[in-house]
């Protein structure tokens, strides 16, 4: 599968913005698939899940409530709805997809994912 991610940009703190991880190549519902993000000096994190065929959700703690990750099978789509936006959600953020949902999604690191897309920047001003 080959993924782009898009819809970053630069918001204001309360605002809200939507990232879309389009497959340009293969079914995105047949996998896995993650929102990362990485800001400057700090490692990439997970910030929520959905799984493939399946309607499993996994939000970090830390987004709960303000983020929703969604699928949008006609598109072969996977939106990240970002509402509330806070200045430390400053950061790079990914998409990835890999195959399976056969662990707790809050102990997946970057190299449990196979597929990458190209990050997409969303700055949260104060």
């Known amino acids: 599968v080959q993924l782009q991610a898009s819809g970053g940009g630069l918001v204001q703190a309360g605002g809200s913005l939507r990232l879309s991880c389009t497959a340009t190549?293969?079914?995105?519902?047949?996998?896995?698939v993650g929102w990362f993000r990485q800001a400057p000096g700090k490692e990439r994190e997970l910030v929520a899940a959905?799984?493939?065929?399946?309607?499993?959700?996994f939000h970090t703690d830390s987004v709960k409530g303000r983020f929703t990750i969604s699928r949008d099978n006609a598109k072969n789509t996977v939106h990240l709805q970002m509402n509330s936006l806070k200045p430390e959600d400053t950061a790079v953020y990914y998409c990835?997809?890999?195959?399976?949902?056969?662990?707790?999604?809050?102990?997946?690191?970057?190299?449990?994912?196979?597929?990458w897309g190209q990050g997409t920047q969303v700055t949260v001003s104060s």
């Open positions: 959905i799984r493939g065929k399946a309607i499993n959700t």
């Open positions: 190549e293969g079914t995105v519902s047949q996998y896995t």
């Open positions: 990835a997809a890999r195959w399976n949902w056969n662990v707790v999604p809050s102990t997946w690191t970057p190299a449990d994912f196979s597929y």
